[in-house]
């Protein structure tokens, strides 16, 4: 799938699925619990359909539909290739310990690894903006929710779903455009 196309996709499931989540807020909790549950098995059903895994058995093969059409056969060559796995791992075992002997005789094992500074000061800052974001959504959200409110709307919780959605869309948007590999 293009990437663009996979990206904008997945910003819109984002911010849908924040939407929802948040909108649900202002119902009862039996029904904001199966609205929330409703969104994560559509997810779940949505995800299935589109990886295919639904049509396709544990070997990648097209699963038959009846025992006489190769079930029995898809768990045979299951059950072969796990035996045959288990082989090779005795035996690749008995190897490994022979070569991490050697490796620890020619090795000097060094006190402590040096610390990359640069790689230890990414992560702290990564962790203080993705912080602050939690920080600040949920501030927002709380701001918005209170001026909704007090405006008398008639649906707060929706209309700050559909604001949640949008700005979550939007920035999951952002992450995946510029998260490009």
Same mark, same amino acid.
Request: aromatic share 4%.
């Given at each position: 799938?293009?990437?663009? =196309?996979?990206?904008?996709?997945?910003?819109?499931?984002?911010?849908?699925?924040? $939407?929802?989540?948040?909108?649900?807020?202002?119902?009862?909790?039996?029904?904001?619990?199966?609205?929330?549950?409703? !969104?994560?098995?559509?997810?779940?059903?949505? !995800?299935?359909?589109?990886?295919?895994?639904?049509?396709?058995?544990?070997?990648?093969?097209?699963? *038959?539909?009846?025992?006489?059409?190769?079930?029995?056969?898809?768990?045979?060559?299951?059950?072969? +290739?796990?035996?045959?796995?288990?082989?090779?791992?005795?035996?690749?075992?008995?190897?490994?310990?022979?070569?991490?002997?050697?490796?620890?005789?020619?090795? *000097?094992?060094?006190?402590?690894?040096?610390?990359? *500074?640069? *790689?230890?000061?990414?992560?702290? =800052? +990564?962790?203080?903006?993705?912080?602050?974001?939690?920080?600040?959504?949920?501030?927002?959200?709380?701001?918005?929710?209170?001026?909704?409110?007090?405006?008398?709307?008639?649906?707060?919780?929706?209309?700050? $779903?559909?604001?949640?959605?949008?700005?979550?869309? !939007?920035?999951?948007?952002?992450? $995946?455009?510029?998260?490009?590999?």
């Amino acid at each position: 799938m293009n990437f663009y =196309v996979r990206t904008a996709s997945t910003a819109v499931t984002q911010g849908l699925l924040t $939407g929802i989540w948040v909108g649900a807020g202002g119902l009862s909790p039996a029904r904001r619990r199966l609205v929330r549950a409703g !969104a994560v098995a559509g997810l779940a059903a949505a !995800a299935l359909v589109g990886t295919g895994a639904a049509r396709t058995g544990a070997s990648g093969r097209d699963v *038959k539909r009846s025992p006489d059409e190769g079930w029995l056969d898809e768990a045979a060559d299951l059950q072969e +290739a796990v035996l045959h796995t288990d082989a090779e791992l005795r035996g690749n075992a008995a190897r490994q310990e022979i070569a991490d002997a050697r490796a620890a005789a020619e090795l *000097k094992i060094a006190d402590e690894p040096p610390i990359d *500074k640069r *790689k230890l000061i990414a992560t702290g =800052v +990564a962790f203080a903006i993705s912080g602050g974001a939690i920080v600040g959504r949920r501030f927002l959200e709380r701001r918005w929710l209170a001026r909704l409110e007090r405006q008398g709307h008639p649906h707060p919780y929706r209309a700050l $779903g559909v604001r949640m959605g949008a700005i979550s869309g !939007a920035s999951a948007l952002v992450s $995946g455009l510029t998260n490009r590999n």
